[in-house]
């Protein structure tokens, strides 16, 4: 399967390695609001299997530091070799809610890809986590699951079965996540999109074997295309 220009993932390998929405599309996308040359050394945050490392490693040629809590380096390690990306990615493992092991102003750029909301969500952690670690004209951009509008308590009867908190804690749209951001001292909020790939994305997720999406088909059958997007973020 042909993703960007140089990026090609055999069928197999690509449906075995998502881990939600299909993280290539969404970085493919996301790329297009970016600016990525090989010189630049980026911080892939929550990489999951490194779908979107290997993708910024092969179409910009920038280094990666791929970074994961629940995949293990030594995983990600793997795949790297088998795309001979050695000198381009390190596989990084650590968790994005404590300190990072990174000096500060290391990288050119913070990307993360279905990821964020899981760590990013206090009021503090641009200011705290994110900008140190930033060059000074670095930026962060974020790509994740959203909605297209905040139910505010009124969750949709079809969608309660489906609401746990930890969903509520972390599903929300643009404007909840662009005030968050505006919270920060040190950061501005430079674009902030919704997706055109959000249902693509999820296809592609639904159509794999993983028993996660197997587990997600009730909910988008619900959803319907009603609620859900794919929101992008741009801050420096
Ligand atoms: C839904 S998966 C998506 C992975 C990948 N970005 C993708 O799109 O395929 C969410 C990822 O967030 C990572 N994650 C969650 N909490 C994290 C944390 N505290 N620190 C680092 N990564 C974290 C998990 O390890 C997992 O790989």
């Known amino acids: 399967m042909k993703f960007g220009k140089r990026t090609e993932f055999e069928k197999k390998f690509y449906e075995d390695n998502l881990m939600g929405p299909s993280a290539v599309r969404i970085i ?6 970016l600016t990525l040359t090989p010189d630049m050394r980026v911080l892939d945050l929550g990489c ?7 993708y910024l490693a092969q179409e910009f040629g920038v280094q990666v530091f791929a970074t994961d809590l629940w995949t293990p380096a030594v995983e990600n390690y793997k795949r790297i070799q088998a795309f001979e990306l050695e000198g381009k990615i390190i596989p990084i493992h650590c968790d994005a809610s404590q300190e990072l092991p990174f000096a500060d102003g290391y990288f050119d750029a913070i990307i993360s890809v279905d990821a964020y909301y ?4 206090g009021a503090d ?8 670690l930033l060059k000074s004209d670095g930026f962060l951009a974020v790509a994740m699951p959203g ?6 308590g009124n969750v949709p009867d079809e969608m309660k ?9 972390t599903f929300h749209d643009l404007n909840w996540w662009r005030a968050l951001w505006s919270k920060s001292e040190s950061m501005h909020v430079t674009d902030a999109f919704p997706l055109t790939c959000n249902s693509e994305a999820w ?3 639904l159509k794999t074997d993983n028993p996660y999406a197997k587990s997600d088909i009730a909910m988008m059958e619900a959803e319907g295309g009603k609620y859900f997007d794919m929101l992008g973020l741009v801050g420096s």
């Open 28 to 33: 493919d996308e996301l790329a297009g609001h």
């Open 48 to 54: 999951g299997t490194g779908l979107t490392s290997i």
């Open 118 to 121: 899981y760590f990013g969500t």
């Open 125 to 132: 952690y641009i200011d705290k986590r994110m900008k140190p």
């Open 147 to 152: 909605l297209k509008k905040e139910f505010a």
């Open 161 to 169: 079965p489906f609401w746990v908190d930890e969903v509520n804690d």
């Open 203 to 205: 296809q592609d997720w």
